[in-house]
């Protein structure tokens, strides 16, 4: 049996979690990435690439895996814009929502495996 008045708490949280999101919005524009050329290009690569038809239903996991390639695709274009290389790097700013993405997308591919730094 579902405890209702458990999302009801859940739906409270989501919305004050959108409200520190909305602080963070305001202080927090692009953040500076180092990334070995080969990963920059591949995602450059991504957003080159050409997507074409319609989506049809999808599960979740499909879904989810679509978005994460569009996320992808984002810094792609944000490395094609205004990347830079440094040696064997390229070096880039991207905005905090493609750099969080790309951070949730480490998460979990790591799995239980993941450690915060400190």
Excluded: C
């Amino acid at each position: 049996m579902v405890d209702e008045e458990q999302y009801v708490r859940y739906r409270e949280d989501s919305k004050l979690l959108a409200a520190i999101g909305e602080h963070v919005h305001a202080q927090v524009g692009r953040v500076t990435v180092r990334l070995p050329a080969a990963v920059a290009q591949a995602a450059v690569d991504a957003w080159e690439r050409d997507e074409t038809g319609d989506v049809d239903e999808e599960t979740r996991e499909q879904y989810e895996l679509r978005g994460q390639a569009g996320d992808l695709a984002l810094i792609g274009l944000e490395i094609s814009e205004r990347g830079r290389r440094e040696g064997e790097e390229v070096v880039v700013d991207l905005h905090v929502s493609s750099a969080g993405a790309a951070f949730l997308g480490y998460v979990e591919a790591a799995g239980p495996a993941f450690r915060p730094r400190e």
